[in-house]
């Protein structure tokens, strides 16, 4: 069985860029939410994605968007960055989108704009 | 909504000594709360949770939690620290019918030897 995945780990863009980041969620997860950790900070929750669909989002502009695919894997769109988007973003993987299911977390994808 | 708040944001302590992180959170549903511990450069790992059934709830790694529903508290003790344990500690709610998990700030634990 294995574990959540992300790509690429470490990611340098420059103001007004797009960026795309990747999640492999684990084998028989369903659902993947999106966190954004800005340093010093607990991970904020950005949007989940159930079966394909949006089923939540977080105080975030439209800029971010994301997509899941049939194999429940995802992906993350940041358009216009800005200086702030500059943190660590993690996917986390679920069996469902119930209360109470422990998420299992990626190791993240380091972001930095300047 | 639910909200998690962290009282300690740092939290030194000397190896061998009990350590206690404090967790109070806030809701109108019920919930379900969780710790996680995350490490230098590392995602988040699960040490605990709480869903229902028993207030204590042992974790892994020799660390236990109380769910307190009076205070809306979740406590994060280990009898004996390591300096291994040094690591960001985060604690976690969720409602009932949505998995979507609010953090705290969380908690720096830097154990000295």
């Known amino acids: 069985e294995t574990g959540v995945t992300q790509s690429p780990t470490h990611l340098i863009k420059t103001r007004g860029q797009q960026v795309t980041l990747r999640c492999s969620s684990q084998?028989?997860?369903?659902?993947v939410s999106w966190y954004q950790q800005a340093l010093g900070q607990g991970p904020q929750f950005i949007f989940q994605?159930?079966?394909?669909?949006?089923?939540g989002r977080g105080n975030f502009p439209p800029r971010f968007s994301g997509l899941q695919f049939p194999n429940y894997s995802s992906e993350l769109n940041v358009n216009a960055l800005e200086l702030d988007d500059s943190a660590l973003y993690l996917c986390?993987?679920?069996?469902?989108?119930?209360?109470?299911?422990?998420?299992?977390f990626g190791p993240g994808t380091r972001l930095t704009v300047l | 909504a639910q909200s998690v708040t962290q009282l300690d944001s740092q939290v030194p302590v000397f190896e061998e000594a009990p350590v206690e992180l404090r967790c109070n959170y806030s809701?109108?549903?019920?919930?379900?709360l969780f710790w996680y511990v995350q490490y230098p450069n590392q995602g988040l790992q699960l040490l605990l949770k709480?869903?229902?059934?028993?207030?204590l709830v042992k974790g892994i790694n020799g660390f236990e939690a109380e769910f307190n529903k009076s205070q809306t508290s979740f406590h994060l003790r280990k009898p004996s620290v390591h300096i291994s344990d040094t690591a960001e500690y985060f604690c976690?709610?969720?409602?009932?019918?949505?998995?979507?998990?609010?953090f705290g700030s969380g908690t720096t634990l830097n154990v000295k030897p």
């Open positions: 986390a993987s679920s069996l469902n989108r119930q209360g109470g299911n422990e998420q299992f």
């Open positions: 084998s028989g997860h369903n659902t």
């Open positions: 994605y159930y079966r394909e669909e949006e089923n």
């Open positions: 809701s109108s549903v019920s919930v379900y």
């Open positions: 709480y869903l229902s059934g028993s207030t």
């Open positions: 976690a709610v969720s409602a009932n019918n949505f998995n979507k998990f609010n």
